[in-house]
């Protein structure tokens, strides 16, 4: 059995520095990168590509909103089309720097409030799944289960990987929960037991409480939960542990 493992980078900015990018690019098999808009700038861009490549890494973009104050996290109601050039123009400026770098983008995941309202709505996921089409139909879209992007990719014939969490709470509908309203995670071995489950077995507890189903193809593990570094090392050793082998989504699909 093979899976990937995700991570949310290259979100500093300016003088702003977040998440653990140096340690996590060391454990992870593909890198969702920031492109500018909710977090990212031209240097830490391309400093991320050039990790990424460095530990072979596969790239990815990871395009929000035009929210840097709110983390683009904040719900923002926009057209179809522009929606569809929010994603072309950040997902064209990581694949130049990825060029420049000699790689390519292998997969686009969108952040925040547009991944959330992605998910729940055809219009708004028919728009980003169009844009990523134009942009390379090889590219492989990270979706929830039973979500609008990945019945709506699918209808499209674009690649759809099925994404679960280590680091969030599943919902009943298998959905996220946005934010973590959880404890800090103390426990790294059982949480990272609770991703060996969801990944071989296709089981999750939700949010409320029920056993939900789950096709996992990539984990992810955002850089800026804290002890990411300790989660992200729980898990590759429980992998290791239960006969899970740690590739990039370009290698499963």
């Not at 683009?72 to 994603?87: A, L, Y």
């Amino acid at each position: 059995m093979k899976v990937d493992l995700n991570c949310d980078m290259g979100e500093s900015f300016g003088s702003y520095v977040m998440g653990q990018d140096s340690e996590m690019m060391q454990l992870i098999t593909s890198a969702n990168i920031a492109c500018g808009y909710h977090a990212g700038d031209p240097q830490v861009m391309r400093n991320t590509v050039d990790l990424a490549k460095k530990y072979g890494v596969g790239i990815g973009a990871h395009p929000g909103f035009p929210d840097l104050m709110g983390f683009g996290r904040r719900v923002m109601h926009c057209t179809p089309s522009e929606i569809k050039n929010f994603v072309i123009y950040q997902l064209g400026a990581l694949r130049e720097f990825a060029s420049i770098a000699g790689v390519t983008i292998q997969h686009c995941k969108p952040h925040g409030a547009l991944f959330m309202m992605a998910m729940e709505d055809e219009t708004i996921a028919q728009a980003m799944l169009e844009a990523i089409a134009e942009m390379g139909k090889d590219i492989i879209v990270f979706a929830l289960n039973r979500s609008a992007v990945a019945e709506v990719g699918e209808r499209m014939g674009i690649p759809i990987a099925k994404e679960g969490y280590a680091d969030r709470e599943h919902t009943a509908s298998g959905s996220i929960v946005l934010t973590r309203t959880g404890p800090a995670i103390e426990d790294y071995t059982k949480q990272a037991d609770r991703v060996v489950r969801m990944v071989k077995a296709g089981k999750v507890q939700a949010h409320s409480g029920e056993e939900i189903d789950l096709k996992v193809q990539t984990v992810c593990i955002h850089g800026d939960t804290p002890g990411a570094v300790n989660l992200a090392k729980a898990i590759r050793d429980s992998f290791n542990a239960a006969g899970i082998e740690l590739t990039s989504i370009r290698n499963i699909l």
